[in-house]
């Protein structure tokens, strides 16, 4: 299970160290794709296969369900860690999630999710305020 923050920088190749909690259950190899609130979700490949599964089964003549699942999919690369535990981060994905100098990598369960700092200290800021409303809603999920 990924949980925790931490916070680390991107260098000037673009490349990112990933958190050595959070490498041996990514494997060597996983998958980076756009995830929601601008962030990047990090699957491990069985997570990704689980995924892909589930988006899968989204009947395709709904357009909202196409949209989404066309969105996901495009924005996925395969990554591999290199040997001081660091992934390049493609262009695109830095760009849509605004990732700059300053990142905070997430654990959130089943994934990894990578952050801009701003962006996540603003995320934080908003969501903070909403935390108990958000807990109270959670029983409607028999949490």
């Known amino acids: 299970m990924f949980m925790g923050e931490y916070h680390h920088t991107i260098d000037d190749k673009g490349r990112l160290i990933i958190p050595a ?3 041996e259950e990514l494997g060597v190899k996983f998958v980076i794709t756009k995830g929601l ?3 990047l979700f990090v699957y491990p490949m069985q997570g990704w296969a689980e995924m892909e599964q589930k988006l899968r089964s989204l009947p395709f003549t709904r357009a909202d369900a196409r949209a989404f699942v066309r969105f ?3 924005g996925a690369t395969e990554c591999e860690l290199d040997r001081q ?3 390049l981060l493609p262009g ?3 760009e849509y999630a605004r990732l700059d100098k300053e990142v905070v990598v997430v ?3 089943t994934r990894v999710e990578i952050w801009s700092r701003s962006r996540w200290e603003e995320y ?3 969501t903070s305020d909403q935390y108990e409303a958000l807990a109270e809603k959670m029983v ?3 949490i």
Do not use: A, Y
Request: contains cysteine; positive net charge; proline residues 0%.
């Open 140 to 142: 409607d999920f028999d």
């Open 21 to 23: 909690r959070f490498r």
């Open 37 to 39: 609130d601008n962030c």
């Open 124 to 126: 934080c800021r908003e």
């Open 72 to 74: 996901f999919f495009s």
């Open 92 to 94: 695109n994905l830095r």
């Open 85 to 87: 535990g660091r992934i």
């Open 107 to 109: 654990g959130v369960s």
